[in-house]
């Protein structure tokens, strides 16, 4: 498999292009955005009044889920130190 890398990037609204600032592979930070995205994705699911718009959020979070837990493993210290 290829391996991660979370980015940070930032618009440069002058030149129309996208900048680079930070980068990391790091499995931990991996896990750590994964669970934010998760959280995130369930408290719009939760917070959503709109019985539409709550359909939406559930498949978004269901395909979000899969496809996140297909790429970042829940406990990178079992693969190995040397991994990072």
Not at 19 to 26: K, Q, Y
Request: aromatic share 4%; glycine share 2%.
């Amino acid at each position: 498999m290829n391996r991660l890398h979370l980015v940070l990037q930032y618009p440069d609204w002058q030149s129309g292009k996208i900048r680079l600032l930070a980068m990391t592979s790091d499995k931990r930070v991996l896990v750590v955005f994964k669970q934010a995205v998760l959280e995130e994705a369930r408290l719009n699911l939760l917070c959503c009044d709109d019985d539409i718009l709550k359909i939406e959020y559930r498949e978004e979070l269901h395909k979000v889920e899969k496809l996140l837990n297909a790429i970042i493993p829940d406990a990178p210290e079992a693969e190995g130190a040397d991994d990072q």
